[in-house]
């Protein structure tokens, strides 16, 4: 549990970052990594699904469907492959629900 609450912390603190940014920055610009395009295609190529219907499904997610044993085995194996190039890989992150708005408790996830 302790382990959980250092990983919540941080990610906070990152998304509050990448808010700080994405206020500033138009997100088509935006490039936070070198891999940024790396991870995008492997998205799409992991989660086919997002990419549909000009990607309603990734600016809405549906929480069921990425807690589901599907879903997060599928993640696991997603987030895995980054190992060996990105450090804290599997740290957490602070996800969004509905790409328009704002985190806050009722739209953010963590995963």
């Not at 086919?48 to 929480?63: A, F, R, T, W």
């Not at 599907?70 to 993640?75: I, S, V």
């Not at 190039?85 to 963590?110: C, P, Q, W």
Request: aromatic share 12%; net charge neutral.
């Amino acid at each position: 549990m302790k382990i959980e609450k250092q990983f919540a912390v941080k990610a906070v603190e990152h998304a509050q970052t990448y808010w700080n940014i994405l206020e500033k920055v138009p997100p088509r610009g935006l490039r936070l990594t070198k891999l940024d395009d790396e991870i995008y295609e492997h998205v799409m190529s992991a989660f086919p699904e997002l990419s549909g219907n000009d990607h309603e499904k990734l600016v809405k997610l549906d929480e069921d469907w990425l807690k589901s044993e599907d879903g997060k085995k599928r993640w696991r194996a997603f987030v895995n492959a980054y190992e060996k190039k990105v450090k804290d890989f599997n740290f957490g992150s602070l996800i969004r629900t509905d790409a328009k708005l704002e985190y806050s408790e009722t739209n953010t996830i963590f995963g």
